[in-house]
């Protein structure tokens, strides 16, 4: 017995042995970064994303099609608002609503940075209206916030990044590397006939950039525990997106003699087998990535479970959610209380890890479910991206840029559950990241496409910071 609790004794020690100098390898992946002096821009810059806003560039879904008056409106507000950029830049209109600015540099032997947003918004709920703090398109403007839909996803971004190159062209700044600034009009239906066209269009003009940056990534604030310091997430991939409809049809007949499987019961059980049994949690890149870098800045004992993810890795990855997710949205059937229906159907959500695809998770799906029930894809259906890296030239410019504004916050890179348009541009582009300094807290995270989107003056002014200062630092 003393020789059993002798051995259980060491195994124990060395395991805390193992997980303490695991622990303490762990160093900062932080850099240390030259000031970058603060821009003075006027308060006009407000009314600006204000006056943006109003346009109602709005995506309903991808079979409507755009609203001409609205967009060709915002593009005349655009070359009124922005006039140098008009006069020295290259402006080609893709697919008729989307926009590809060209800056040419004065080194072709440099590859181009490619600067990304998206006009389009999404539509509001007409129940809501009362609980904005302004209506949604009137771009109201207060002492600290601008109000509207478009305000944090993605006019701000799209209006930053134009304020930038205006001051910069004012200024006489003439860039080494061209960049371009693609802006597509689709983005909230998937994208394909904006960014997706874009991305063609550079690639038949055989552009190669060093990198791509769009949205995705933010600074987050109160969302890690035990972190008081704001996080940069840049978002390495995102992962891809499909919808998969379930349908079960059978003789139906009336509710006064049901059969032992009827038409929504057999629909119930796949739905909730599904949920049961979902695709598993994987340590893949770019998680392994996010733990590198995030590890070392938490407190005990959170940064033993980084530090060590070969024993902690179930709770780790499930709060990083890094899994393909299964959600049931949309369900039908059934046309009167007494008729069991011939037909009933719902609708199953993917957001597929890398490494996986849409058709493995189609695979998934069919063997999970019931043989009488039938699986096709419907909508629209993207896999996930490919993974950028950290080792980089782009990677190391944007985290010096922020580092050189806010030398308080820490850089981390991630993964990104939704997608963006810049999926489009990884087959013209070494690096694709997803990062503009949104601030982001447990509060304002429901504001995206939901009820009162707005974005802090201070908060708008640090985007178009960013902006100015990554276009001069890739010129280096």
Do not use: C
Request: aromatic share 8%; glycine share 8%.
């Amino acid at each position: 017995m003393k020789k059993i609790l002798l051995g259980l004794a060491l195994a124990v020690g060395v395991l805390v042995a193992v997980l303490l100098i695991n622990t303490l390898r762990m160093s900062s992946r932080q850099i240390n970064s030259e000031p970058l002096e603060k821009v003075a821009f006027s308060d006009q810059v407000f009314d600006n994303l204000s006056k943006a806003i109003r346009f109602e560039t709005i995506s309903f879904s991808e079979d409507t099609p755009p609203d001409s008056a609205a967009f060709f409106g915002f593009h005349r507000f655009l070359e009124e608002t922005f006039p140098l950029i008009h006069i020295r830049l290259k402006l080609e209109k893709i697919n008729t609503f989307s926009l590809l600015y060209t800056w040419e540099g004065s080194d072709p032997s440099l590859k181009p940075i490619i600067l990304m947003s998206h006009q389009d918004v999404v539509p509001v709920d007409a129940p809501t209206l009362s609980q904005w703090e302004a209506p949604p398109f009137s771009g109201s403007i207060t002492d600290t916030h601008i109000i509207g839909r478009g305000t944090m996803d993605d006019k701000g971004t799209l209006m930053g990044v134009l304020e930038a190159v205006e001051k910069l062209l004012s200024e006489g700044f003439q860039p080494k590397r061209t960049i371009y600034i693609a802006s597509g009009h689709d983005e909230e239906v998937g994208g394909p006939r904006g960014a997706g066209k874009i991305a063609e269009y550079l690639k038949d003009q055989g552009v190669e950039a060093l990198m791509t940056l769009d949205e995705g990534g933010y600074f987050a604030e109160g969302m890690i525990p035990g972190l008081n310091s704001p996080v940069a997430m840049i978002n390495l991939a995102e992962k891809g997106f499909a919808s998969f409809r379930l349908i079960v049809r059978t003789n139906g007949g009336h509710s006064s003699a049901p059969p032992k499987e009827n038409t929504i019961g057999i629909l119930a059980k796949a739905i909730v087998d599904l949920e049961n049994n979902q695709l598993p949690y994987k340590l893949i890149p770019p998680i392994t990535d996010q733990l590198e870098y995030l590890g070392p800045e938490l407190p005990y004992p959170n940064r033993m479970f980084f530090a060590n993810p070969w024993l902690f890795k179930k709770p780790i990855l499930e709060a990083l959610n890094a899994h393909t997710t299964t959600a049931p949205t949309i369900i039908d059937g059934g046309v009167k209380n007494n008729v069991i229906p011939t037909v009933a159907e719902a609708t199953i959500n993917f957001r597929i890890l890398p490494g996986e695809t849409i058709e493995s998770v189609q695979a998934h799906i069919e063997s999970v479910v019931s043989d009488t029930v039938k699986v096709e894809p419907v909508g629209f259906l993207t896999n996930p991206s490919g993974v950028s890296s950290t080792d980089s030239e782009a990677y190391e410019v944007v985290q010096k840029t922020i580092r050189g504004l806010h030398p308080e916050v820490l850089v981390v890179p991630g993964l990104l559950g939704g997608a963006t348009d810049s999926r489009y541009f990884q087959e013209i582009s070494e690096q694709v990241y997803r990062f503009y300094p949104i601030r982001i807290t447990p509060e304002s995270m429901t504001r995206f496409h939901g009820i009162d989107e707005k974005i802090s003056k201070d908060n708008y002014l640090e985007i178009i910071q960013f902006s100015y200062h990554l276009i001069k630092n890739f010129q280096q």
